[in-house]
């Protein structure tokens, strides 16, 4: 089993910055990606930013130049600072891992809890 554990989220005004943490635990062998993903009320789920098993990064072009992606592979942990916020970046935010476990050695599709971030205009 798996965890994802997220945490940064809160309410900020408009042009202010976040900083979102996920920290993976449990049964990991390896991970294969690792990013974020969002979701705005009566909106579909979306990628903001990732780190793909390439181990390039891919942002969604909506927050190309205000967010950045970053991980600490010791700690099995990726961040995510948002600047410039908007309030249309408000939605709940999501950690998403493709791990292989030890148990079975096959790639699972994890994800956090969500983490709340509202920007106010």
């Known amino acids: 089993q798996v965890q994802l554990v997220e945490s940064g989220g809160g309410l900020v005004q408009a042009g202010g910055s976040l900083r979102l943490s996920c920290a993976a635990s449990?049964?990991?062998?390896?991970?294969?990606?690792m990013g974020w993903y969002r979701q705005a009320p009566g909106k579909q789920r979306e990628l903001v930013a990732a780190f793909t098993s390439g181990g390039s990064t891919n942002y969604a072009d909506s927050v190309k130049g205000r967010f950045t992606i970053s991980g600490d592979n010791a700690k099995n942990t990726v961040y995510l600072q948002m600047n410039s916020l908007k309030p249309e970046d408000t939605a709940v935010y999501y950690c998403?891992?493709?791990?292989?476990?030890?148990?079975?050695?096959?790639?699972?599709?994890?994800w956090g809890q969500g983490t709340q971030v509202t920007v106010s205009s």
């Open positions: 449990g049964s990991i062998f390896s991970i294969n990606a």
């Open positions: 998403n891992s493709k791990v292989v476990t030890t148990s079975q050695f096959h790639e699972y599709d994890y």
